[in-house]
């Protein structure tokens, strides 16, 4: 009896593990479902939540935040408006203007801004100037150009001379003129001057601010991806040879043309401030012409440069000049082995003074005009010794153009 009664108690045992197994494995699958329909419910809830954050901030933004926030849709990436901003009120232009078929984002319209008129501060500005592409090859039909870079005071009283000069060049040439503010050049619509005024600021002589308008030139002109070589002139600049020579001349050029000396005078080094240091020393310390000529890839470093930049606008006041020291001394430091350490524009200081010596109409002579071409002394070229070493020259006055218009093509070749 004993041993039946032990039997019958591990046979309930048994059913009662069996049973407590059964439950245990219900309330795992019944876990299980609960968790699969959370889950399902909560994904939903997130989906939509999702779905209506851009409704939500859309609504919820304020009238300032999007004030923040420019609308690009109309623009280039220069920022330039693509529906007509000349409207005449009737909405004529823009009419006309909607006619044509216009894509702003393409590679065209980034590599070669249609007009140099823009919205940009300088920062933004130099910045996206400042923007160089890793990839070599470039995906368009690249034809090197010369930028030609006026810093003028007002009106360029030798304009038609250089209209002259250009002519038939086109493809090669770029024009950019930095002039007071407010001041509109009065120019025909097919001249290369003709809607080529850069956003301007005003500048002062020997101040920081003519260091500035530099650099905003430089900037403007690399926004165009062709511009390879970069001649800053002023309104009394000349060219005294061809466009064909002059373009040769740059664009196969292996060194860029900025006057960097070393003077051990008041004059030079009696500019330099100890407050400089330790970034620019003493022996660093450069002078030179204001009338340089640089390859994209110097022209890129120098808008690029605000570390010693910062340093010559706070130390380099009158009686130092930032003009003559900071280009010279920037590419002292870092670009010296490129740098020609000379000039292509020829000034007469003979007759001392701060300013160069200024040519009327009664000196202009071909003979004069032919020292200027042929000079002197023997400069170098690519490593090899020329006579050609100017292609420009200044100071003339505007009594000057007649008489270089005349001698034009019979001593300068156009």
């Not at 919820?60 to 000349?86: G, K, M």
């Not at 003519?210 to 690399?222: G, P, S």
């Not at 870092?334 to 350490?341: I, K, L, P, R």
Request: one cysteine or more.
């Amino acid at each position: 009896m004993a041993r039946v009664r032990a039997g019958e108690k591990e046979e309930g045992l048994e059913k009662h593990i069996g049973l407590l197994k059964l439950a245990q494995t219900l309330s795992f699958l019944l876990i299980f479902m609960a968790g699969i329909i959370i889950g399902l419910a909560a994904s939903s809830h997130i989906d939509r939540y999702f779905n209506s954050l851009p409704q939500m901030l859309s609504s919820s933004s304020s009238s300032a935040s999007l004030q923040t926030i420019p609308d690009y849709s109309n623009c280039t990436v220069i920022h330039r408006d693509c529906s007509n901003d000349d409207d005449d009120g009737g909405g004529v232009k823009a009419a006309k203007k909607k006619d044509e078929i216009r894509d702003c984002w393409s590679v065209d319209g980034f590599v070669r801004p249609e007009e140099v008129r823009h919205r940009m501060s300088d920062d933004e500005l130099f910045w996206r100037a400042s923007m160089v592409p890793v990839k070599e090859e470039y995906p368009y039909d690249r034809v090197p150009k010369v930028a030609f870079m006026f810093l003028a005071r007002g009106p360029l009283p030798m304009l038609p001379l250089w209209e002259k000069f250009f002519r038939g060049n086109e493809k090669y040439l770029s024009v950019y003129v930095h002039t007071p503010p407010g001041y509109d050049m009065n120019v025909s619509s097919d001249s290369p001057f003709y809607d080529r005024q850069v956003p301007s600021q005003k500048v002062a002589w020997g101040s920081p601010l003519l260091t500035d308008a530099e650099k905003r030139l430089l900037a403007n002109a690399l926004l165009d991806f062709s511009n390879e070589r970069f001649v800053l002139l002023s309104e009394s600049c000349v060219p005294v040879y061809n466009f064909t020579t002059v373009y040769s001349y740059l664009i196969n050029s292996a060194y860029s043309f900025v006057d960097s000396y070393d003077e051990p005078t008041r004059y030079g080094r009696g500019r330099y401030s100890r407050k400089m240091l330790p970034d620019i020393k003493l022996h660093n310390w450069r002078k030179g012409s204001q009338w340089f000529e640089v390859n994209r890839k110097i022209a890129i470093y120098i808008i690029s440069d605000s570390k010693y930049y910062s340093l010559f606008k706070q130390y380099c006041r009158p009686a130092c000049y930032p003009d003559e020291h900071y280009i010279p001394t920037l590419l002292n430091m870092f670009h010296g082995s490129v740098n020609a350490n000379r000039s292509v524009t020829w000034v007469d200081w003979s007759i001392g003074g701060p300013h160069p010596a200024t040519y009327g109409a009664d000196n202009i002579t071909e003979g004069f005009l032919q020292s200027i071409r042929k000079n002197e002394t023997d400069c170098l070229y690519n490593e090899e010794p020329t006579s050609l070493c100017f292609l420009f020259a200044r100071k003339f006055a505007p009594s000057a153009l007649a008489p270089l218009m005349n001698l034009s093509s019979t001593v300068m070749g156009f």
